[in-house]
């Protein structure tokens, strides 16, 4: 074997050799990169794991938070409900004192309206003068106006159906042209506040039987 030969296959070998190592290191990189990839992977996975427990703490804070916000708001509404029923007992008791107050008054007032319903019956009966007669007529409307404003209404009692919650019975006649149990006549006029009774009706009650 010549010395060219042996160069030849020494090339060779070497040519081997390199093409070995290229090959080894090029599967050394290919397994970097797999495991930069594998490694990124990782990595990626674990930034979307933090991200997600992060959004879970956020959504139970946010949770927290708005069960926080209804229970004040439902206080509120609560606090906002018995401020409303402590204005409007306040406002009823309020009225029920001045009705009750009004109620006395008016009831004390009664008698100076009968008295100035008599005395004008009386000055009619009696042909009194005609000036006279106008002034005291004049000054009965100007009370019952009064009385008006005030809230004061007569009971309409007289050919009505007995109702002892507006007349009082003081006599029992017969008639003919009104069935049993209703108002024949009436004694002394009663009045009405608003949806109370200032004074019942005194009447003659009709019992046929």
């Known amino acids: 074997m010549n010395k060219k030969h042996e160069k030849d296959i020494n090339r060779d070998e070497v040519k081997k050799n390199q093409k070995k190592v290229d090959s080894v290191q090029n599967s050394g990189k290919e397994i970097n990169e797999k495991d930069e990839k594998i490694s990124k992977e990782q990595e990626t996975l674990q930034k979307m794991e933090t991200m997600t427990k992060k959004f879970v703490e956020m959504q139970n804070k946010l949770e927290e938070t708005e069960n926080r916000l209804q229970v004040s708001i439902n206080q509120n509404v609560r606090l906002q409900a018995d401020f409303d029923n402590f204005r409007r007992r306040t ?16 009831k004390d007032f009664l008698p100076l309206v009968d008295n100035c319903e008599l005395a004008l019956k009386h000055m009619e009966s009696k042909d009194a003068s005609e000036v006279y007669l106008e002034g005291y007529k004049l000054l009965h409307k100007q009370l019952m106006k009064i009385m008006d404003d005030l809230g004061v209404k007569e009971i309409d009692a007289k050919n009505k159906p007995f109702d002892p919650y507006f007349h009082e019975a003081v006599m029992q006649v017969t008639s003919d042209e009104l069935d049993s149990d209703y108002v024949a006549g009436v004694f002394q006029k009663g009045y009405m506040y608003k949806d109370k009774v200032l004074r019942p009706s005194k009447v003659q009650v009709v019992q046929n039987d």
Request: aromatic letters at 0%; hydrophobic letters at 30%.
């Open 91 to 106: 406002r009823e008791n309020e009225e029920n004192l001045t009705d009750k107050v009004q109620l006395k008054v008016l």
